[in-house]
């Protein structure tokens, strides 16, 4: 398999030209709302996506998004999830210090990553709070 570590960071529009032409799996670890927005913008379009996963974390909190961009449906779905940085949970810096969940989480997507590679099925959704071991998923 062929790999794009393109890492950016700061994700601005005039990014488009530097993202590879094809990318099958596309992996978002962005800290704010307005990057996954702008990224969320870059990808739409693109129809060799196909899967796009949108990570995210708050503290012991973390919500993963796994679908194909290319779909109608998912595309209405996904930008209902995006909102602005001034509603997002903002959690203490020490809080979002601790390791563990990022290991849980890096775990989630890598998993996501194998399904879709094997053609299983995986939710859409995925929320899981590390305090109550309350798990959600779509």
């Known amino acids: 398999p062929t790999t794009y570590p393109n890492k950016f960071a700061s994700i601005q529009p005039e990014d488009k030209p530097n993202f590879p032409e094809y990318t099958p799996?596309?992996?978002s670890a962005v800290?704010?709302?307005?990057?996954?927005?702008?990224?969320?913008?870059l990808?739409?379009?693109?129809?060799?996506?196909?899967?796009?996963?949108?990570?995210?974390?708050?503290?012991?909190?973390?919500?993963?998004?796994?679908?194909?961009?290319?779909?109608?449906?998912?595309?209405?779905?996904?930008?209902e999830q995006l909102y602005s940085d001034d509603e997002a949970?903002?959690?203490?810096c020490t809080a979002k210090a601790?390791?563990?969940?990022?290991?849980i989480i890096g775990g989630i997507v890598t998993s996501l990553v194998k399904k879709h590679v094997m053609q299983e099925t995986y939710p859409r959704e995925f929320?899981?709070?590390?305090?109550?071991?309350?798990?959600?998923k779509a």
Not at 31 to 41: F, N, P, Q, T
Not at 54 to 79: C, G, H, T, V, W
Not at 98 to 103: D, P, V
């Open 89 to 92: 949970n903002p959690e203490e």
């Open 127 to 136: 929320i899981f709070n590390l305090e109550s071991y309350g798990l959600y």
């Open 25 to 27: 799996i596309m992996i």
């Open 98 to 103: 601790i390791a563990y969940n990022t290991f």
């Open 31 to 41: 800290d704010s709302m307005h990057a996954r927005k702008v990224l969320w913008e």
């Open 43 to 79: 990808i739409k379009p693109r129809y060799d996506i196909e899967l796009y996963i949108d990570a995210r974390m708050s503290a012991e909190k973390m919500r993963i998004y796994a679908f194909n961009p290319a779909l109608e449906e998912n595309q209405k779905f996904y930008k």
